[in-house]
Protein backbone atom coordinates (compact mmCIF):
# COMPACT_ATOMS: atom_id res chain seq x y z
CA UNK A 1 0.00 0.00 0.00
CA UNK A 2 1.28 3.02 -0.85
CA UNK A 3 0.20 6.71 0.60
CA UNK A 4 -3.31 7.79 0.16
CA UNK A 5 -3.28 10.45 -2.42
CA UNK A 6 -6.85 10.17 -3.09
CA UNK A 7 -8.74 10.11 0.42
CA UNK A 8 -11.59 12.79 0.81
CA UNK A 9 -11.11 15.69 2.57
CA UNK A 10 -7.17 15.89 2.14
CA UNK A 11 -5.62 19.23 2.91
CA UNK A 12 -3.44 21.18 0.52
CA UNK A 13 -1.33 19.13 -1.91
CA UNK A 14 1.36 21.36 -3.26
CA UNK A 15 3.47 20.48 -5.97
CA UNK A 16 2.12 16.69 -5.87
CA UNK A 17 2.35 15.35 -9.16
CA UNK A 18 -1.16 13.76 -11.04
CA UNK A 19 -1.63 10.29 -10.72
CA UNK A 20 -1.41 7.97 -13.91
CA UNK A 21 -2.57 4.28 -14.01
CA UNK A 22 -3.38 4.79 -10.11
CA UNK A 23 0.07 5.68 -9.60
CA UNK A 24 1.94 8.49 -8.48
CA UNK A 25 4.04 10.63 -11.31
CA UNK A 26 7.68 10.65 -11.77
CA UNK A 27 10.58 9.04 -9.70
CA UNK A 28 12.04 12.65 -8.76
CA UNK A 29 9.94 14.06 -6.58
CA UNK A 30 12.60 13.32 -3.69
CA UNK A 31 10.17 14.44 -0.94
CA UNK A 32 7.44 11.90 -1.79
CA UNK A 33 9.83 9.45 -2.17
CA UNK A 34 12.00 9.41 1.09
CA UNK A 35 8.72 9.86 2.55
CA UNK A 36 7.78 6.46 0.95
CA UNK A 37 11.03 4.99 1.41
CA UNK A 38 11.01 5.80 5.25
CA UNK A 39 7.38 4.31 5.80
CA UNK A 40 8.30 0.83 4.00
CA UNK A 41 11.62 0.08 5.70
CA UNK A 42 9.14 0.54 8.85
CA UNK A 43 10.39 4.04 10.16
CA UNK A 44 14.40 3.45 10.63
CA UNK A 45 15.12 4.97 13.62
CA UNK A 46 13.24 7.64 13.46
CA UNK A 47 10.03 7.90 16.31
CA UNK A 48 6.92 7.42 13.69
CA UNK A 49 4.21 5.58 13.71
CA UNK A 50 5.53 4.21 10.85
CA UNK A 51 7.23 1.79 12.59
CA UNK A 52 3.66 -0.08 13.41
CA UNK A 53 2.49 -2.57 11.11
CA UNK A 54 4.95 -2.94 7.61
CA UNK A 55 3.46 -0.03 5.93
CA UNK A 56 1.67 3.08 7.38
CA UNK A 57 -0.57 4.34 4.76
CA UNK A 58 -0.24 8.30 4.91
CA UNK A 59 -1.48 11.72 3.86
CA UNK A 60 1.22 14.11 1.99
CA UNK A 61 -0.22 17.43 3.12
CA UNK A 62 2.41 19.40 1.50
CA UNK A 63 5.55 18.72 -0.25
CA UNK A 64 7.04 21.82 -2.03
CA UNK A 65 10.85 21.67 -2.52
CA UNK A 66 10.90 25.36 -1.61
CA UNK A 67 9.17 24.71 1.77
CA UNK A 68 11.80 24.54 4.52
CA UNK A 69 8.88 22.15 6.42
CA UNK A 70 6.78 19.55 5.11
CA UNK A 71 4.12 17.12 6.91
CA UNK A 72 2.08 14.26 6.74
CA UNK A 73 -0.69 12.52 8.62
CA UNK A 74 -0.49 9.16 9.36
CA UNK A 75 -4.01 6.86 8.82
CA UNK A 76 -3.52 4.66 11.53
CA UNK A 77 -4.12 7.30 14.29
CA UNK A 78 -4.94 10.64 12.34
CA UNK A 79 -2.07 12.23 13.94
CA UNK A 80 -0.09 14.81 12.02
CA UNK A 81 3.90 15.10 11.73
CA UNK A 82 5.91 17.90 10.57
CA UNK A 83 9.27 17.63 9.64
CA UNK A 84 12.47 19.81 8.69
CA UNK A 85 13.61 19.18 5.47
CA UNK A 86 16.70 18.69 6.56
CA UNK A 87 15.67 15.54 8.59
CA UNK A 88 14.79 13.52 5.60
CA UNK A 89 17.17 14.68 2.63
CA UNK A 90 19.98 12.19 2.96
CA UNK A 91 23.00 14.72 2.53
CA UNK A 92 25.37 12.56 2.44
CA UNK A 93 26.96 8.68 3.27
CA UNK A 94 29.71 6.45 3.42
CA UNK A 95 29.68 2.86 1.42
CA UNK A 96 32.31 0.31 1.11
CA UNK A 97 33.31 -2.44 -0.94
CA UNK A 98 36.17 -5.22 -0.87
CA UNK A 99 37.22 -7.48 -3.35
CA UNK A 100 39.51 -10.14 -3.21
CA UNK A 101 42.52 -11.26 -5.52
CA UNK A 102 42.69 -14.56 -7.62
CA UNK A 103 44.91 -16.11 -5.15
CA UNK A 104 42.30 -15.57 -2.34
CA UNK A 105 42.02 -19.36 -0.83
CA UNK A 106 38.25 -18.79 -1.64
CA UNK A 107 38.58 -18.16 -5.22
CA UNK A 108 41.01 -20.88 -5.41
CA UNK A 109 38.09 -22.98 -4.83
CA UNK A 110 35.74 -20.76 -7.14
CA UNK A 111 38.24 -21.05 -10.21
CA UNK A 112 39.04 -24.76 -9.32
CA UNK A 113 35.08 -25.25 -9.68
CA UNK A 114 34.31 -22.83 -12.59
CA UNK A 115 37.41 -24.79 -14.44
CA UNK A 116 35.97 -27.89 -14.08
CA UNK A 117 32.52 -26.82 -15.13
CA UNK A 118 34.25 -25.25 -18.37
CA UNK A 119 35.79 -27.94 -19.34
CA UNK A 120 32.65 -30.30 -19.03
CA UNK A 121 30.79 -27.75 -20.95
CA UNK A 122 33.71 -27.69 -23.53
CA UNK A 123 32.29 -31.92 -24.29
CA UNK A 124 28.81 -31.82 -23.30
CA UNK A 125 27.07 -28.37 -23.29
CA UNK A 126 24.19 -30.42 -21.89
CA UNK A 127 25.85 -31.73 -18.92
CA UNK A 128 24.97 -31.24 -15.62
CA UNK A 129 27.40 -29.57 -13.08
CA UNK A 130 27.40 -28.82 -9.26
CA UNK A 131 30.61 -29.01 -8.57
CA UNK A 132 32.35 -27.46 -5.30
CA UNK A 133 35.92 -27.26 -4.09
CA UNK A 134 37.77 -27.04 -0.49
CA UNK A 135 41.26 -26.19 0.08
CA UNK A 136 43.61 -25.87 3.15
CA UNK A 137 47.17 -26.59 3.56
CA UNK A 138 48.63 -28.78 1.09
CA UNK A 139 45.02 -30.35 0.22
CA UNK A 140 42.26 -29.98 -2.40
CA UNK A 141 38.96 -31.40 -2.42
CA UNK A 142 36.67 -31.27 -5.17
CA UNK A 143 33.21 -33.05 -4.71
CA UNK A 144 29.87 -32.39 -6.07
CA UNK A 145 27.17 -33.77 -8.50
CA UNK A 146 28.08 -34.50 -12.21
CA UNK A 147 25.84 -36.01 -14.82
CA UNK A 148 27.56 -35.73 -18.09
CA UNK A 149 28.59 -38.35 -21.36
CA UNK A 150 32.15 -37.08 -21.42
CA UNK A 151 35.38 -37.47 -19.49
CA UNK A 152 37.58 -34.81 -18.01
CA UNK A 153 40.08 -35.27 -15.94
CA UNK A 154 39.59 -33.15 -12.51
CA UNK A 155 42.70 -33.36 -10.76
CA UNK A 156 44.55 -32.08 -13.55
CA UNK A 157 42.40 -29.00 -14.09
CA UNK A 158 42.78 -28.41 -10.69
CA UNK A 159 46.69 -28.29 -10.12
CA UNK A 160 46.83 -26.17 -13.38
CA UNK A 161 44.47 -23.74 -11.94
CA UNK A 162 46.32 -23.56 -8.82
CA UNK A 163 50.01 -23.13 -10.69
CA UNK A 164 48.23 -20.66 -13.18
CA UNK A 165 47.30 -18.51 -9.71
CA UNK A 166 50.74 -18.50 -8.90
CA UNK A 167 51.25 -21.05 -6.21
CA UNK A 168 53.85 -23.04 -7.87
CA UNK A 169 56.49 -23.47 -5.15
CA UNK A 170 56.34 -24.53 -1.97
CA UNK A 171 57.52 -21.50 -0.39
CA UNK A 172 54.28 -20.13 -1.05
CA UNK A 173 52.54 -22.20 1.65
CA UNK A 174 50.60 -24.60 -1.75
CA UNK A 175 51.95 -26.01 -4.71
CA UNK A 176 49.69 -26.57 -7.81
CA UNK A 177 52.20 -29.51 -8.46
CA UNK A 178 52.78 -31.32 -5.02
CA UNK A 179 49.06 -30.69 -2.92
CA UNK A 180 47.27 -33.46 -2.23
CA UNK A 181 43.91 -33.88 -5.08
CA UNK A 182 41.06 -35.43 -3.72
CA UNK A 183 37.36 -36.06 -5.34
CA UNK A 184 33.83 -37.20 -4.39
CA UNK A 185 32.01 -36.66 -7.21
CA UNK A 186 28.49 -38.30 -8.13
CA UNK A 187 25.30 -37.87 -10.32
CA UNK A 188 22.77 -35.52 -9.92
CA UNK A 189 19.48 -36.38 -7.94
CA UNK A 190 16.59 -38.35 -10.54
CA UNK A 191 14.43 -36.28 -8.13
CA UNK A 192 15.89 -32.76 -9.08
CA UNK A 193 16.79 -34.45 -12.87
CA UNK A 194 12.86 -34.97 -13.62
CA UNK A 195 11.87 -31.32 -12.26
CA UNK A 196 14.58 -30.14 -14.65
CA UNK A 197 14.18 -31.96 -17.81
CA UNK A 198 10.70 -31.29 -17.65
CA UNK A 199 9.04 -28.62 -16.27
CA UNK A 200 5.63 -28.46 -14.76
CA UNK A 201 4.14 -26.16 -17.37
CA UNK A 202 5.53 -28.69 -20.23
CA UNK A 203 4.30 -31.93 -18.24
CA UNK A 204 0.71 -29.99 -18.42
CA UNK A 205 1.04 -28.84 -22.00
CA UNK A 206 1.12 -24.99 -21.14
CA UNK A 207 4.74 -24.30 -22.07
CA UNK A 208 6.85 -25.08 -25.04
CA UNK A 209 10.41 -24.03 -22.52
CA UNK A 210 10.84 -27.78 -21.39
CA UNK A 211 13.48 -27.12 -18.87
CA UNK A 212 12.00 -26.10 -15.23
CA UNK A 213 14.03 -24.38 -12.51
CA UNK A 214 16.76 -26.22 -11.07
CA UNK A 215 15.84 -25.01 -7.31
CA UNK A 216 13.86 -22.59 -5.61
CA UNK A 217 15.38 -19.58 -4.03
CA UNK A 218 15.25 -16.09 -5.43
CA UNK A 219 18.25 -13.91 -7.49
CA UNK A 220 18.82 -10.28 -7.41
CA UNK A 221 20.25 -8.31 -10.52
CA UNK A 222 21.68 -4.68 -9.80
CA UNK A 223 22.29 -1.46 -11.91
CA UNK A 224 23.07 2.19 -11.16
CA UNK A 225 24.96 4.93 -13.22
CA UNK A 226 27.94 5.54 -10.75
CA UNK A 227 29.97 3.59 -13.14
CA UNK A 228 29.88 3.27 -17.41
CA UNK A 229 30.12 -0.30 -17.00
CA UNK A 230 26.48 0.74 -14.88
CA UNK A 231 28.33 -0.63 -11.66
CA UNK A 232 28.66 0.77 -7.83
CA UNK A 233 31.92 2.75 -7.54
CA UNK A 234 33.34 1.25 -4.84
CA UNK A 235 33.07 -2.51 -6.02
CA UNK A 236 34.17 -1.40 -9.57
CA UNK A 237 37.26 0.28 -7.86
CA UNK A 238 37.88 -2.58 -5.18
CA UNK A 239 37.66 -5.26 -8.47
CA UNK A 240 40.33 -2.53 -10.56
CA UNK A 241 43.03 -2.49 -7.58
CA UNK A 242 42.53 -6.23 -6.71
CA UNK A 243 43.02 -7.17 -10.71
CA UNK A 244 45.98 -4.52 -10.82
CA UNK A 245 47.30 -6.06 -7.55
CA UNK A 246 47.74 -9.75 -9.46
CA UNK A 247 49.20 -7.71 -12.57
CA UNK A 248 51.83 -6.16 -11.13
CA UNK A 249 52.75 -9.89 -9.93
CA UNK A 250 52.54 -11.53 -12.34
CA UNK A 251 54.43 -8.93 -14.55
CA UNK A 252 57.65 -8.29 -12.01
CA UNK A 253 56.73 -4.87 -11.22
CA UNK A 254 56.64 -5.94 -7.52
CA UNK A 255 57.75 -9.06 -7.68
CA UNK A 256 58.21 -9.30 -3.94
CA UNK A 257 54.39 -10.12 -4.15
CA UNK A 258 52.62 -12.88 -3.34
CA UNK A 259 49.21 -14.42 -4.91
CA UNK A 260 46.99 -13.69 -2.02
CA UNK A 261 45.51 -10.59 -1.81
CA UNK A 262 42.82 -8.04 -0.59
CA UNK A 263 40.91 -4.56 -1.31
CA UNK A 264 38.59 -2.54 -0.09
CA UNK A 265 37.43 0.96 -1.32
CA UNK A 266 35.06 3.43 0.70
CA UNK A 267 33.41 6.10 -1.09
CA UNK A 268 31.06 9.19 0.24
CA UNK A 269 28.14 9.83 -1.62
CA UNK A 270 26.37 13.17 -1.67
CA UNK A 271 22.53 13.04 -2.59
CA UNK A 272 23.23 9.28 -3.80
CA UNK A 273 25.89 10.74 -5.99
CA UNK A 274 30.03 9.35 -5.77
CA UNK A 275 32.08 12.38 -5.00
CA UNK A 276 34.95 11.02 -3.63
CA UNK A 277 37.24 8.06 -2.40
CA UNK A 278 37.55 8.63 1.41
CA UNK A 279 39.75 5.30 1.98
CA UNK A 280 41.48 2.49 0.50
CA UNK A 281 42.66 -0.90 2.06
CA UNK A 282 44.71 -2.67 0.28
CA UNK A 283 46.32 -6.25 1.98
CA UNK A 284 48.84 -8.12 -0.40
CA UNK A 285 50.85 -10.91 0.48
CA UNK A 286 54.65 -10.57 0.24
CA UNK A 287 57.81 -12.01 0.66
CA UNK A 288 59.64 -11.74 3.95
CA UNK A 289 62.35 -10.12 3.00
CA UNK A 290 60.67 -6.97 1.42
CA UNK A 291 60.55 -3.67 3.88
CA UNK A 292 57.21 -2.63 5.16
CA UNK A 293 57.79 1.21 4.15
CA UNK A 294 58.90 0.14 0.46
CA UNK A 295 55.82 -2.06 0.05
CA UNK A 296 53.34 0.82 1.10
CA UNK A 297 54.98 3.22 -1.17
CA UNK A 298 54.94 0.57 -3.81
CA UNK A 299 51.31 -0.13 -3.87
CA UNK A 300 50.21 3.42 -3.45
CA UNK A 301 52.61 4.14 -6.89
CA UNK A 302 51.76 0.89 -8.71
CA UNK A 303 48.36 -0.07 -8.04
CA UNK A 304 46.37 2.42 -6.45
CA UNK A 305 47.66 5.41 -8.31
CA UNK A 306 46.79 4.31 -11.79
CA UNK A 307 43.65 3.02 -10.71
CA UNK A 308 41.95 5.87 -8.82
CA UNK A 309 41.60 9.30 -10.39
CA UNK A 310 43.84 11.78 -8.47
CA UNK A 311 40.34 14.31 -8.57
CA UNK A 312 38.21 10.75 -6.44
CA UNK A 313 41.23 10.79 -3.89
CA UNK A 314 42.17 14.46 -2.76
CA UNK A 315 41.69 13.92 1.07
CA UNK A 316 42.13 9.32 0.99
CA UNK A 317 43.13 7.59 3.46
CA UNK A 318 45.31 4.86 2.85
CA UNK A 319 45.53 1.32 4.86
CA UNK A 320 48.45 -0.99 3.10
CA UNK A 321 48.77 -4.00 4.97
CA UNK A 322 47.81 -2.27 8.40
CA UNK A 323 49.00 -5.52 10.34
CA UNK A 324 52.39 -5.18 9.59
CA UNK A 325 53.57 -8.22 7.85
CA UNK A 326 51.43 -10.70 5.31
CA UNK A 327 53.97 -13.50 4.59
CA UNK A 328 51.50 -16.64 5.35
CA UNK A 329 48.96 -16.39 2.95
CA UNK A 330 46.82 -18.82 0.51
CA UNK A 331 45.38 -21.81 2.20
CA UNK A 332 48.15 -21.86 4.64
CA UNK A 333 46.90 -18.36 6.13
CA UNK A 334 44.23 -19.14 8.08
CA UNK A 335 43.34 -22.19 10.90
CA UNK A 336 41.09 -24.77 9.54
CA UNK A 337 39.27 -24.81 6.09
CA UNK A 338 40.53 -22.42 4.14
CA UNK A 339 38.76 -21.84 0.92
CA UNK A 340 35.34 -22.99 -0.21
CA UNK A 341 33.23 -22.51 -3.43
CA UNK A 342 30.49 -19.78 -2.97
CA UNK A 343 31.95 -17.60 0.10
CA UNK A 344 32.69 -14.86 -1.74
CA UNK A 345 28.81 -14.08 -3.05
CA UNK A 346 29.07 -10.41 -2.15
CA UNK A 347 32.55 -10.11 -4.32
CA UNK A 348 30.85 -11.86 -7.17
CA UNK A 349 28.15 -9.34 -7.75
CA UNK A 350 27.45 -5.80 -6.59
CA UNK A 351 29.59 -5.38 -3.13
CA UNK A 352 26.77 -4.79 -0.57
CA UNK A 353 24.43 -2.92 -2.71
CA UNK A 354 21.35 -4.53 -3.62
CA UNK A 355 20.13 -7.41 -2.15
CA UNK A 356 20.97 -10.66 -2.82
CA UNK A 357 19.44 -14.62 -2.37
CA UNK A 358 22.27 -16.26 -0.86
CA UNK A 359 22.99 -18.47 -4.09
CA UNK A 360 26.91 -18.57 -4.92
CA UNK A 361 27.56 -18.73 -8.83
CA UNK A 362 31.13 -21.18 -9.69
CA UNK A 363 30.60 -24.10 -10.48
CA UNK A 364 27.11 -24.42 -11.52
CA UNK A 365 25.72 -25.24 -14.76
CA UNK A 366 22.81 -22.72 -16.21
CA UNK A 367 20.02 -24.74 -15.49
CA UNK A 368 20.82 -23.49 -12.24
CA UNK A 369 18.81 -20.46 -11.66
CA UNK A 370 21.05 -19.44 -8.58
CA UNK A 371 23.69 -18.19 -11.82
CA UNK A 372 21.42 -18.16 -15.23
CA UNK A 373 18.88 -16.30 -12.72
CA UNK A 374 21.07 -13.60 -11.62
CA UNK A 375 22.78 -13.07 -15.34
CA UNK A 376 19.19 -12.70 -16.68
CA UNK A 377 18.60 -9.86 -13.30
CA UNK A 378 21.94 -7.88 -13.62
CA UNK A 379 20.85 -8.17 -17.93
CA UNK A 380 17.52 -6.52 -17.10
CA UNK A 381 18.81 -3.88 -14.43
CA UNK A 382 21.65 -2.64 -16.75
CA UNK A 383 19.03 -2.65 -19.49
CA UNK A 384 16.55 -0.49 -17.42
CA UNK A 385 19.12 2.29 -16.33
CA UNK A 386 20.33 2.45 -19.78
CA UNK A 387 17.18 3.37 -21.09
CA UNK A 388 17.20 6.47 -18.88
CA UNK A 389 14.51 4.53 -17.14
CA UNK A 390 16.05 4.96 -13.46
CA UNK A 391 19.26 5.87 -11.56
CA UNK A 392 19.51 3.01 -9.79
CA UNK A 393 17.82 -0.54 -10.57
CA UNK A 394 17.24 -3.52 -8.20
CA UNK A 395 15.53 -6.77 -9.67
CA UNK A 396 14.85 -9.93 -7.72
CA UNK A 397 13.36 -12.69 -9.49
CA UNK A 398 11.93 -16.01 -7.73
CA UNK A 399 11.52 -19.59 -9.14
CA UNK A 400 9.82 -22.66 -7.78
CA UNK A 401 11.90 -26.41 -8.18
CA UNK A 402 10.48 -28.05 -11.41
CA UNK A 403 8.66 -24.95 -12.99
CA UNK A 404 9.77 -22.73 -15.58
CA UNK A 405 8.28 -19.52 -14.94
CA UNK A 406 9.64 -17.09 -12.68
CA UNK A 407 7.08 -17.13 -9.52
CA UNK A 408 7.39 -13.04 -9.01
CA UNK A 409 9.25 -10.08 -10.66
CA UNK A 410 9.95 -7.04 -8.47
CA UNK A 411 11.48 -3.82 -9.56
CA UNK A 412 12.66 -1.38 -6.95
CA UNK A 413 14.06 1.97 -8.26
CA UNK A 414 14.94 3.75 -4.84
CA UNK A 415 12.94 6.47 -6.07
CA UNK A 416 14.47 6.92 -8.78
CA UNK A 417 12.28 5.74 -11.24
CA UNK A 418 11.04 7.50 -14.48
CA UNK A 419 7.86 5.36 -14.18
CA UNK A 420 6.13 3.71 -10.97
CA UNK A 421 8.02 0.70 -10.26
CA UNK A 422 5.15 -1.55 -10.91
CA UNK A 423 5.15 -0.76 -14.60
CA UNK A 424 8.88 -1.27 -14.80
CA UNK A 425 8.14 -4.86 -13.45
CA UNK A 426 5.57 -4.98 -16.12
CA UNK A 427 7.87 -4.09 -18.69
CA UNK A 428 10.32 -6.20 -17.53
CA UNK A 429 7.90 -9.54 -17.93
CA UNK A 430 7.59 -8.57 -21.69
CA UNK A 431 10.80 -7.47 -22.91
CA UNK A 432 13.01 -10.70 -21.10
CA UNK A 433 11.84 -13.81 -21.42
CA UNK A 434 13.17 -15.31 -17.64
CA UNK A 435 12.39 -19.37 -17.90
CA UNK A 436 15.54 -20.63 -17.68
CA UNK A 437 15.88 -22.62 -21.10
CA UNK A 438 14.67 -19.03 -22.46
CA UNK A 439 17.95 -17.28 -20.77
CA UNK A 440 20.24 -19.58 -21.60
CA UNK A 441 19.27 -19.38 -25.17
CA UNK A 442 19.12 -15.89 -25.16
CA UNK A 443 22.29 -15.31 -23.59
CA UNK A 444 24.02 -18.76 -24.95
CA UNK A 445 24.71 -19.93 -21.59
CA UNK A 446 25.67 -23.44 -22.47
CA UNK A 447 29.60 -22.46 -23.31
CA UNK A 448 32.85 -22.66 -21.50
CA UNK A 449 32.91 -18.93 -20.11
CA UNK A 450 32.64 -19.10 -16.81
CA UNK A 451 36.52 -19.49 -15.42
CA UNK A 452 37.19 -16.23 -16.49
CA UNK A 453 34.17 -14.59 -13.81
CA UNK A 454 35.41 -16.68 -11.17
CA UNK A 455 37.75 -13.69 -10.23
CA UNK A 456 37.25 -10.20 -9.74
CA UNK A 457 33.24 -9.83 -10.10
CA UNK A 458 31.15 -11.61 -12.58
CA UNK A 459 29.23 -8.34 -13.23
CA UNK A 460 30.25 -5.29 -14.63
CA UNK A 461 33.19 -7.01 -16.76
CA UNK A 462 32.59 -5.35 -19.86
CA UNK A 463 36.06 -6.29 -20.87
CA UNK A 464 35.58 -9.93 -21.44
CA UNK A 465 32.01 -9.84 -23.56
CA UNK A 466 29.69 -11.46 -21.38
CA UNK A 467 26.35 -11.56 -22.82
CA UNK A 468 24.80 -10.32 -19.69
CA UNK A 469 26.38 -6.74 -20.23
CA UNK A 470 25.00 -6.42 -23.31
CA UNK A 471 22.97 -3.36 -24.01
CA UNK A 472 20.43 -4.84 -26.28
CA UNK A 473 16.95 -4.52 -24.93
CA UNK A 474 16.88 -0.94 -23.31
CA UNK A 475 14.83 0.52 -26.94
CA UNK A 476 12.07 -2.76 -26.29
CA UNK A 477 12.19 -1.41 -22.67
CA UNK A 478 11.11 2.07 -23.39
CA UNK A 479 8.81 0.88 -26.28
CA UNK A 480 7.14 -1.41 -23.75
CA UNK A 481 6.36 2.02 -21.52
CA UNK A 482 5.54 3.81 -24.92
CA UNK A 483 7.89 6.28 -24.15
Given at each position: ??????T?????RA???????????G??????N????F???????????A??????????L???????V??????????????????????E??????????????????????????????????A??A??????T?????????????????P?????T????????A????????????????????????????????????????????D??????????????????T????H???????Q???D??????????????T???????????????????????????T???D?V?????????AE???????????????????????????????????????G?W????????????????????????R??A??????????R????L????????????????F???????????????E?????????????N??R??Y?Q???????????????????????????????
Open positions: MGPAWNPGTAENIPPRVDGQPRGYNKPYRIRRIKSGGGNRPCERQPAIARCQIRSNPRDEFSWRSELSGRLFLHKREEWDMKYLFTSESVTEGHPDKICDQISDGVLDAILAEDPDRVCETAVTGLCLIMGEISTSCYVDIKIARQIADIGYNRKYGFDGATCGVLTAIGEQSPDIAMGVDASLEAKEGEDDQEHGAGQGMVFGYACDDTPEKMPMISYARLARRLAVRKGTLPYLRPDGKTQVVRYVDDRPVEVTTVVVSAQHSPQVEMELRRIREVVEPVIPLRPNVRYFINPTGRFVIGGPQGDSGLTGLTGRKIIVDSYGGGHGGGAFSGKDPTKVDRSGAYAAWAKNLVEAGLARCQIQAYAIGVAHPVSVDVNTGTGMVPDDRLAAAVRVFDLRPSAIIRDLLRPIRVAAYGHMGRTDLGLPWEELNRAGQLREALHL
